[in-house]
T-cell receptor, first 117, second 112 residues
Framework: GAVVSQHPSRVICKSGTSVKIECRSL??????MFWYRQFPKQSLMLMAT?????????EQGVEKDKFLINHASLTLSTLTVTSAHPEDSSFYIC?????????????FGPGTRLTVL | GENVEQHPSTLSVQEGDSAVIKCTYS??????FPWYKQELGKGPQLIID?????GEKKDQRIAVTLNKTAKHFSLHITETQPEDSAVYFC???????????FGQGTTLQVKP
């Protein structure tokens, strides 16, 4: 298998608060994890690439101070949305690439629905 | 950077008919082309992928073709079933970055 989990699956928070989303590879080690954002009826947009033990690489237009990414182990990456506002409401999806596996293949988590009131 | 265009945006077929979704990419260095199925409220699921050293790949009712010269690839679903109804995304990736660039998505509706 190659199972990726995310927690929580849904979160509702007040404007101005911070929210942490966890992404775990359950049965494999992931040297690289990716974070995507998906607005309703739109495609997945890559936010950042997270490498274990190093700083994340952010895509153009993504604020690194707002979307804090930590990849502390080979099975866990976290995304923290700081000072969340209603426009941050979205579906956040992570994916993981196996250590030593096919360099391209990514295994996706089930997503986290964030609603900021 | 890479850009992936996907057509059509919506596709409605009768059960049992075939469905074809097409994608084009811009960067000739891309060498991995996966297709994903996404159901409402869920993460994308890989259904088939193809690498740039292969022209065609088939897995039961699903096939993917790749034309490197023209920089386009297509998903073919035969004998469609209502449970095939979902949003389908193509993507392109280069091995040096591993980043996936997604197409805009196709909403497939299979009518019973």
């Amino acid at each position: 298998g190659a199972v990726v989990s995310q927690h929580p699956s849904r979160v509702i928070c007040k404007s101005g608060t911070s929210v942490k989303i966890e992404c775990r590879s359950l049965d494999f080690q992931a040297t690289t994890m990716f974070w995507y954002r998906q607005f309703p009826k739109q495609s997945l947009m890559l936010m950042a690439t997270s490498n274990e033990g190093s700083k994340a690489t952010y895509e153009q237009g993504v604020e690194k101070d707002k979307f804090l990414i930590n990849h502390a182990s080979l099975t866990l990456s976290t995304l923290t949305v700081t000072s969340a506002h209603p426009e941050d409401s979205s579906f956040y999806i992570c994916s993981a690439r196996k250590a030593g596996g096919n360099n391209n293949e990514q295994f996706f988590g089930p997503g986290t629905r964030l609603t900021v009131l | 950077g890479e850009n992936v265009e996907q057509h059509p945006s919506t596709l409605s077929v009768q059960e049992g008919d075939s469905a074809v979704i097409k994608c084009t990419y811009s960067d000739s260095a891309s060498n991995y082309f996966p297709w994903y199925k996404q159901e409402l409220g869920k993460g994308p699921q890989l259904i088939i992928d193809i690498r740039s050293n292969v022209g065609e790949k088939k897995d039961q009712r699903i096939a993917v073709t790749l034309n490197k010269t023209a920089k386009h690839f297509s998903l073919h679903i035969t004998e469609t079933q209502p449970e095939d109804s979902a949003v389908y995304f193509c993507a392109a990736s280069m091995s040096n970055t591993g980043k996936l660039i997604f197409g805009q998505g196709t909403t497939l509706q299979v009518k019973p």
